[in-house]
């Protein structure tokens, strides 16, 4: 007799052997996504520089945090991978 779940051409075995293997994949990937750059990598400072500062930036999450760099991140600061926000 053959099992209902195999008249599409795909087993219920394929399937689940298809879902246990992405599931690793897949958290690797969440957790490549939510990975942050260290704030001594990038240079980082609490301060502006040159006129350019986090709040000015297209990665600064207000009121202290950013999108690119892990960890606490001022207003007023400032590291290597500032870039315009947008007008
Ligand atoms: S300057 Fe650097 S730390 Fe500041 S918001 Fe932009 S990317 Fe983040």
């Known amino acids: ?9 795909i087993s219920r075995r394929t399937i689940l052997i298809a879902a246990a293997g ?6 690797l990937m969440t957790n490549a996504a939510e990975a942050k750059i260290a704030q001594a990598a990038v240079k980082y400072q609490a301060d502006p520089k040159d006129g350019k500062q986090c709040d000015a930036c ?30």
């Open 58 to 87: 297209n990665f600064f999450v207000a009121p202290n945090a950013c999108k690119q760099v892990d960890g606490d991140i001022a207003p007023t600061g400032w590291c290597l991978l500032w870039v315009k926000k947008p007008a």
């Open 22 to 27: 992405a599931a690793p994949a897949l958290a």
């Open 1 to 9: 007799m053959k099992d209902r779940s195999e008249t599409g051409g």
